[in-house]
């Protein structure tokens, strides 16, 4: 099958592939349109109930509009068989990989051990000053801020995390998931042959390889393992042409924000810490995939690379 046509700034070959696991939203969705606005082909790896499905053909559509080629496989990128049928399309179809994102977010947001009864005297001590309930005045510092008032955040109630705690299952599968799946992949494809000479693998990470968010446990030690294979990929892949980094962008407003427990909290940080008071965007981070495709990128290799305008040199309050 060849393409309707081709953009007219592309700066892929018509035969060139990205391969995008997670590929129906947030970062995933983000980088395929930047991508095929420059004319790469895509092949989107998602998993979504069929009513959501049917809400992404129009996306799907307009990619195809670009004028590069399009595979979709809604389908779970862990399971071996389904990645043999991934491989297996992309065969048939021709060409090479030329970009491999892995933006898999399936992760267990569970703590480690039940919380101890929160106490907030600091907020009890204001209510008396004002001369108003607590608990109002929680209440209302919770809609303020998930209205956007950051500065709020400390006198909002606490989150409320699932009531099961994590065990020894959710923490293998969530590092699998997010961390060390990326090795199957990348290994799979090599063996079928279809990375182009310069290929280009990239992985995502956060903050939270570093730091200990509650109810983070499990994907924090997914993300240091992703670091640690991108690692191994980067040096024991790169005689064959391919280069392996990973992204660490800012706190950004994507799903997988959404899914964890307290996540107004992050966000209103983040937009405090930033020295452009917002947050990361998927877009920001697209362009940077974009960016390290190209060959003039070719020489960096087995980097951790910060996408979040500042976030982590800022001390805040500016």
């Known amino acids: 099958?060849?393409?309707?046509?081709?953009?007219?700034?592309?700066?892929?070959?018509?035969?060139?592939?990205?391969?995008?696991?997670?590929?129906?939203?947030?970062?995933?969705?983000?980088?395929?349109?930047?991508?095929?606005?420059?004319?790469?082909?895509?092949?989107?790896?998602?998993?979504?109930?069929?009513?959501?499905?049917?809400?992404?053909?129009?996306?799907?559509?307009?990619?195809?509009?670009?004028?590069?080629?399009?595979?979709?496989?809604?389908?779970?990128?862990?399971?071996?068989?389904?990645?043999?049928?991934?491989?297996?399309?992309?065969?048939?179809?021709?060409?090479?990989?030329?970009?491999?994102?892995?933006?898999?977010?399936?992760?267990?947001?569970?703590?480690?051990?039940?919380?101890?009864?929160?106490?907030?005297?600091?907020?009890?001590?204001?209510?008396?000053?004002l001369g108003i309930d607590a608990g109002k005045l929680s209440q209302a510092a919770e809609r303020l801020l998930r209205a956007g008032r950051a500065e709020l955040a400390g006198l909002a109630p606490p989150?409320?995390?699932?009531?099961?705690?994590?065990?020894?299952?959710?923490?293998?599968?969530t590092v699998h998931a997010m961390g060390t799946s990326l090795v199957d992949w990348v290994q799979d494809l090599h063996r079928a042959g279809l990375f182009a000479s310069d290929a280009r693998v990239f992985g995502l990470t956060s903050e939270g390889n570093a730091l200990a968010w509650k109810g983070y446990a499990a994907v924090s030690a997914a993300k240091a393992a992703l670091e640690a294979v991108a690692r191994s990929i980067a040096t024991e892949f790169a005689p064959y042409g391919i280069r392996c980094n990973v992204l660490q962008p800012g706190v950004t407003d994507t799903p997988a924000l959404r899914a964890i427990p307290g996540h107004e909290r992050l966000a209103a940080h983040a937009r405090l810490r930033n020295p452009q008071h917002r947050l990361t965007t998927p877009e920001d981070v697209a362009g940077v995939v974009y960016l390290l495709s190209q060959p003039e990128a070719a020489w960096i290799n087995g980097e951790v690379i910060r996408v979040d305008g500042g976030e982590h040199v800022s001390g805040g309050g500016g």
Do not use: C
């Not at 799907?60 to 496989?73: A, N």
């Not at 409320?160 to 705690?165: C, D, K, L, T, V």
């Open 1 to 129: 099958m060849v393409a309707a046509s081709v953009p007219q700034n592309a700066a892929f070959s018509p035969s060139e592939w990205a391969v995008v696991l997670g590929g129906s939203s947030g970062f995933g969705l983000a980088t395929a349109r930047k991508l095929a606005a420059h004319g790469l082909s895509l092949v989107l790896v998602h998993r979504d109930r069929r009513s959501t499905v049917r809400t992404l053909e129009p996306v799907f559509e307009e990619l195809r509009g670009q004028g590069v080629r399009l595979r979709t496989h809604n389908l779970d990128a862990l399971d071996p068989e389904g990645r043999a049928r991934v491989i297996d399309d992309l065969s048939r179809e021709g060409g090479r990989v030329r970009v491999l994102l892995h933006s898999i977010a399936f992760g267990n947001l569970k703590l480690l051990v039940p919380e101890p009864p929160a106490d907030a005297p600091a907020l009890r001590e204001l209510a008396d000053e």
């Open 159 to 173: 989150p409320a995390y699932p009531g099961r705690f994590l065990e020894a299952e959710d923490l293998a599968r």
